[in-house]
């Protein structure tokens, strides 16, 4: 397989180093991407080089995943306005081991296989690294012009705030990272974005000077929506990896809210589906687009991948509890935090329980709190069959709001219409 021509139909390769196609070819290759500890989880602007790691060992080479316990310490300035904060070695080792867990989901470790993943992390061989051995072992092969020509560091230089010797130093700290996984495992390639392309240049640098050796290099587009706005964020923060950060629920739903533009490169970047197929898909979605095609099945593929198929099942179902109303057995089957993911946005009214525990007609209780702006509005609307609870249809003005349509105890789903829902919690 040419990893080269499979990322390249994807639209998953930007700046390349001549001859890393040849060396692919050629033979088994081991090439690794690092990752910086600034959190506990992966988040979804790190899936583009997880899965280059994918794609490396589908193709047969062998993939290095390098978690930065040093460099987490420094923090990478590429194309960052402000100086990272400095994490403390608790906070490091913490988002180490959840950034370890997370990999080994996704990568192969089977030691019997000859391209079996493995993990490295470069406090490994910089804590026996002295201050005074780096710079005369190291820092004499790189000059200073060499790295102020790097346009993450000339950019930084020409902004208001400057950069600091500590995160001037983080480029030939990487930089020896591939230096140190040349010699001791010898690792050819290094990818990752291209805003890396600079701090990976220095690596295949030092090792032509300082070990007479030839290694290789690319990098991938940073990913970008087409409207302009950041890749990866929502009003709510990033899209994390972790169920606990990001419900497996909102993480369907991220992928489901795709653009149409967006959904097309999307389709070919985050998921593994072939090139006949994802053209396919691609004519179908543009002859029918109300329908999505493309954006259900990102968002399956993706939730799949990432969580379980069940948990894509749950989303699916999720999703349709808002828009269906033969949902009611759904909604009573919902824990009180998946009943929360799926209410995420609607508008909540909390109320005693002891008002509950007294009950009150439900002509009433809308009014009361709001939920229509006076009695006759809501009488009108019940009586018309536009008012549910729980999914339920409301039958009769007689209705009784009451403790026995507690979800969880807690909250009763009131819906005004088609569309707007308010979810009543009890304190």
Same mark, same amino acid.
């Given at each position: ?26 033979? +088994? ?55 990272? %904060? ?7 080792? $913490? ?38 051995? #780096?710079? $005369?072992?190291?820092? %004499? ?5 060499? +790295? +102020? ?6 950019? $930084? ?18 930089? *020896?990272?591939?230096?140190?996984? *040349?010699? /001791? ?40 929506? /087409? ?5 990866? %964020?929502? =009003? ?14 909102? #993480? ?21 589906? =072939? ?91 809308? /009014? ?6 006076? %009695? ?34 807690? *909250?009763?789903? #009131? ?13």
């Amino acid at each position: 397989m040419n990893l080269i021509e499979e990322l390249r139909w994807r639209g998953m390769v930007q700046d390349m180093m001549p001859g890393t196609e040849e060396q692919l070819l050629k033979e +088994m290759t081991t090439a690794y991407v690092g990752f910086d500890p600034t959190a506990d989880s992966l988040h979804i602007g790190h899936l583009v080089p997880v899965l280059l790691l994918v794609h490396l060992q589908k193709a047969g080479h062998k993939p290095l995943a390098l978690v930065g316990g040093a460099t987490g310490m420094v923090g990478d300035p590429s194309f960052k306005a402000d100086e990272r %904060k400095m994490l403390d070695l608790d906070t490091i080792q $913490r988002n180490l081991d959840g950034m370890k867990a997370q990999l080994q989901r996704f990568l192969d470790f089977d030691t019997t296989k000859p391209n079996a993943a493995e993990m490295v992390n470069n406090i490994d061989w910089f804590r026996n690294i002295s201050f005074l051995d #780096f710079i $005369r072992e190291t820092g %004499k092969h790189i000059t200073v012009n060499y +790295m +102020m020509s790097k346009d993450s560091v000339r950019k $930084r230089l020409e902004g208001d705030n400057g950069m600091s010797f500590t995160e001037f130093t983080y480029q030939l700290i990487q930089g *020896y990272d591939f230096f140190h996984l *040349y010699t /001791a495992k010898n690792c050819k390639l290094q990818m990752g974005g291209s805003d890396q392309w600079g701090n990976i240049v220095t690596g295949t640098e030092l090792i032509r000077r300082k070990a007479g050796g030839e290694a290789f290099a690319f990098t991938c587009p940073l990913i970008k929506k /087409a409207d302009g706005t950041k890749f990866g %964020k929502t =009003e709510a923060g990033a899209v994390w990896l972790d169920p606990k950060r990001t419900s497996p629920y909102a #993480f369907y739903q991220f992928w489901l809210n795709t653009s149409d533009i967006d959904a097309e490169s999307y389709i070919k970047i985050f998921t593994f589906l =072939e090139e006949t197929t994802i053209s396919e898909l691609i004519t179908q979605h543009r002859a029918a687009p109300e329908q999505r095609l493309l954006q259900k099945r990102l968002a399956k593929e993706l939730t799949c991948f990432i969580h379980s198929e069940k948990d894509y099942e749950f989303a699916v179902k999720a999703s349709e509890l808002l828009f269906r109303n033969d949902t009611a057995e759904v909604l009573q089957s919902l824990t009180e935090a998946q009943l929360l993911d799926v209410m995420e946005g609607v508008p909540q009214v909390e109320i005693s329980m002891s008002e509950l525990e007294t009950g009150k007609d439900v002509v009433s209780f809308l /009014a009361e709190h709001g939920i229509f702006p006076s %009695k006759s509005e809501a009488r009108k609307n019940v009586q018309g069959g536009g008012v549910s609870i729980n999914k339920n249809k409301v039958g009769s003005i007689e209705q009784l709001v009451d403790t026995s349509l507690l979800l969880n105890g807690k *909250y009763i789903l #009131f819906q005004k219409g088609k569309k707007n829902y308010y979810l009543v919690k009890t304190i």
